[in-house]
């Protein structure tokens, strides 16, 4: 098909997530390969992004695709209560991999499952009923995740899955709860102990966080508060889920990136790079004394698609080639590119800002004045962000740009050049939000 044939039949058949069908003006591809996309037409995009940051290894990375036609010939599906030999080669990867005690795993076919049955079993685990979370979060689109997602989008999904406590982040949007790192994380954690208090700890189940906030700031946790919010968790016995659904599998220049802080939590949801969504796979990795508890006990909760093989084969073909292409230590290696390229646009740039990464997740943010006002509101726009939405994509450059930011988050493939050719086209960019900028 050509492009028009494309989005006219996508559009009259098909429903796109978050929008109103009529609003969108989907993005027409026909192939992928490493860190670019084309058109029908043969028009070359640069993934900045890798789609929902989610294709970590680039498109159709040949030894994967390989080992699925592999897979094809192999053992397709069985049902959840079987036993298969890439089920157990797998899971005894991830355990080795994984920081702690954390050795067993329960699968889904994508995040928003995988954080919903974390949900439950720690719900039945501490049998408590309530949850925290926090306001700059997103947790996935289900209906009890919806309601652990902190951001706008959950306004139009409410009621949804009550006893769910909302708090504040340690670097919200228009607050600061200090200037340095060890004051920010005193104060946050000072506060939540309070909101404990009220809710009653012998009430709260868990506490879910994103270990690195993704798509609301790309917020790294200040130093301390990790160890800080666990040791507090432990006090009241509340169990700490850490959300690596974006975060994980090397995005942030560690393979789990909780361990960049030296965490181990009571459970990690994993999703998206498990398969660089070559097909979908979600999981929840869970720490002896959760799993030896489920050993006993029963887990009531159930999907057809568990421990699907087919998806199974993929991951560990995808694990193979994050091991053995260094992948997660090119992504260490080329935050200093990525922390130069967004210094270099922030010292050219009056409207920038503030720039920030770890590993390659980042993102960079814009501003109205010299007084860091935002040039968009919350939850809003601004013309000069449209703007720049549509020089991007007029610049073969794919991200996504939400209120007064944007995405960058490339394939762990990316070569220092790509990801220079990325900044390149920002840079000229950024020329349209500073005619916007007011000084």
Sequence with gaps: MNTDEMIALCKKHTMYT????????????????????????GKRILDFNSQLMSVLI???????????????????YVYPQTATEVRARYSKKLADLAPGDINTFYYTLGGAEANESAIRAAKLFTGREKILSRFRSYHGGTNATMQLTGDPRRWANEPGMPGVIRVMDPKPYNFSFG??????????????????????????AAMFIETVTGTNGILPPPKGYLQGLRQLLDKYGILLVCDEVMAGQGRAGELFALRYRDLVPGKVTLAKGLTSSYVPLGAVGMRDKIAEHFRKNVYWGGLTYNSHPFCLEVADAVLDVMIEEKLVENAARLEKTMR????????????????????LFGIMETRKNKQGEFLAPY???????DKLAKFFKDEGLFTFVRWSAFMCNPPLTITEAQLKEGFEIIDRGLEITDAAFEG
């Design 58 to 76: 680039g498109h159709s990375h040949p030894k994967v695709v390989e080992r699925m036609k592999q897979a094809a010939d192999k053992l397709i």
């Design 179 to 204: 200037e340095t790192d060890e004051e920010i994380t005193k104060n946050n954690l000072t506060y939540l102990e309070e909101v404990i208090q009220y809710e009653g700890p012998q009430n709260i």
């Design 18 to 41: 978050w929008s109103a069908t009529d609003n969108v003006n989907p993005l027409p591809i026909a192939r992928a390969e490493g860190v670019y996309m084309y058109t029908p037409e």
């Design 340 to 359: 130069s390229e967004m210094d270099r646009l922030q010292a050219k740039h009056p409207s920038v800002r503030e720039g920030r990464c770890i590993g």
């Design 379 to 385: 939850n809003g726009s601004h013309p000069a962000m």
